[in-house]
């Protein structure tokens, strides 16, 4: 792709082909048209050109978390981000370990429902919807459990649209010499997370965010030496991530049949990504986007979750007016006639919706986003003042 098919301050993106809707989601995301063609041919799973695109794509990723030796290994698992996150949690804590989970939304909680599953011992420090948790409580809390071997913490909690404080809790967490698994779902591909700059044992993302591509696997960096001592440890078959490791490893094959369009399209959002200036690249217009989002909402009446502090720039989440006339579900219809799809709140204390600011879309998006907004509160009779 060439840089005048990207994105700009000046240059609108197309509206998507077939008059398909802008995905305004934490993932699945709005794709381009290159990423939706490279899925236009079929792909042997055991093929050597297939083997050597997973290849590529396993180092890149490395590279993308500033991995440039062999201390790491990237393993991609098929099946949704969840899926990944269950073989990483089972692979990385010990069967008689104990993790601390950060939580402030619907991810930590998963997290520790996964725990359950696995049988794996744990304690959580929990913020509710929209507060992070804060270095000095992961202190004190370690301090407290001296026997907690692993910490979990989600890097963007997407049910807020939350930034936690990643660098400041892994500096914790190092100086107490535990195990940090990062839940980089939301996060990795457009906010800087590098090995030189934040040590972790486990990272955690997924192919349909913020590199934009389509959903089908997610992928795992992890350190080669915990990886290697967890062998045995998977109460799962499909989700050993050490067996799909040595497999690969020893085959450049995926143990089981891999999503063959799913990894082709990622290796094509890859290239993309690369010419759009990488990391940086995608979180100046991510942020862009958010920035002009959170501005236009609030002229039109709505209020964010969130202190500006801590938001992301990957979703917001907004508060529901209190009008009579404002229902979400219209709301959302409203918005679908307009050719834009939302997401729903997490929240548990209070309605809301979430918008989000990755994928496909620029600035220029968002202002039709925001005139779609007006007309379809204009359509639900919904009058706002300012926020």
Not at 136 to 153: H, K, R, S
Not at 187 to 192: I, K
Not at 293 to 315: H, Q
Not at 335 to 350: D, E, M, N, S, W
Request: some cysteine.
């Amino acid at each position: 792709m060439t840089k005048a098919e990207f994105p700009s301050q000046h240059q609108p993106l197309a509206v998507p082909a077939l008059g398909e809707p802008y995905l305004l989601t934490p993932g699945p995301l709005t794709t381009s048209k290159a990423t939706k063609e490279a899925m236009l041919r079929d792909w042997g799973s055991w093929d050597g050109a297939f083997n050597t695109l997973t290849a590529q794509v396993r180092k890149q990723l490395l590279s993308m978390a500033g991995v440039e030796d062999d201390s790491f290994a990237c393993v991609p698992l098929q099946g949704s981000g969840s899926y990944s996150v269950e073989a990483a949690l089972a692979s990385a804590i010990p069967r008689d370990g104990k993790a601390l989970v950060l939580m402030n939304g619907a991810y930590g909680q998963r997290a520790t429902k996964t725990l359950e599953y696995l049988g794996r011992d744990y304690i959580t420090l929990d913020k509710g919807d929209y507060l992070p948790p804060q270095p000095e409580e992961v202190d004190a809390l370690l301090n407290a459990n001296p026997d907690v071997t692993n910490v979990f913490i989600v890097h963007c909690e997407t049910s807020s649209g939350i930034l936690n404080p990643l660098r400041e809790i892994a500096e914790v967490v190092e100086t107490h010499g535990k195990s940090l698994i990062i839940d980089a779902m939301s996060s990795f591909g457009a906010v800087p997370l590098s090995v030189d700059d934040i040590r972790f044992d486990v990272l955690v993302s997924s192919a349909n965010k913020c590199i934009e591509g389509i959903p089908g696997f997610g992928f795992v960096i992890i350190r080669r030496a915990v990886l290697e001592a967890a062998k045995g440890r998977a109460n799962s078959l499909s989700l050993d991530l050490y067996e799909q490791w040595v497999y690969m490893e020893r085959t450049g094959q995926w143990r089981f049949t891999p999503p063959t369009h799913s990894v082709v399209a990622f290796h094509k959002a890859l290239e993309q990504h690369q010419a759009e200036g990488g990391v940086q690249g995608r979180l100046a217009r991510y942020t862009r986007n958010r920035d002009v989002l959170v501005a236009g909402m609030r002229k039109l009446g709505f209020k964010t979750l969130l202190e500006d502090r801590w938001l992301s720039p990957i979703i917001t989440t907004f508060f529901s007016p209190e009008h009579v006339n404002f229902e979400f579900k219209r709301f959302y219809e409203e918005l679908k006639a307009r050719q834009f799809i939302i997401y729903p709140g997490k929240l548990t204390v209070a309605d809301s919706f979430r918008i989000g600011c990755i994928g496909q879309i620029d600035e220029h998006i968002v202002h039709q986003l925001l005139r779609a907004i007006a007309d379809s509160l204009l359509a639900m009779g919904v009058e706002l003042e300012a926020a």
